[in-house]
């Protein structure tokens, strides 16, 4: 396929992740992995702040996880509510 002259389209953030894209294309950045104890958690930060820290429950989708992600995201920047379900409570 002769791509010469073409450009490529960026596809479109997924319904449920607008917050994502946004705090990447902004430097920040998510994580996704182990922490033990936890097999899986989700993280999101800026050049500031540790966003969220969000533990996969058991039968959470990869999908579902994010789009919590990307609501954490919205709760920190619009409403200061940092979630932190690694550490707990503080």
Do not use: W
């Not at 950045?29 to 969220?52: K, M, Q, S, Y």
């Amino acid at each position: 396929m002769n791509m010469i002259g073409k450009t490529r389209r960026r596809p479109q953030p997924q319904p449920g992740q607008i917050n994502i894209e946004a705090l990447i294309e902004g430097g920040g950045e998510i994580t996704i992995g182990p922490v033990r104890p936890f097999e899986c958690v989700a993280t999101a930060t800026d050049a500031h702040n540790c966003l969220a820290m969000l533990v996969r429950q058991p039968g959470e989708s990869l999908d579902d996880l994010l789009q919590r992600l990307d609501a954490a995201i919205e709760a920190a920047y619009e409403y200061d509510h940092f979630i932190d379900e690694v550490n707990g409570p503080q």
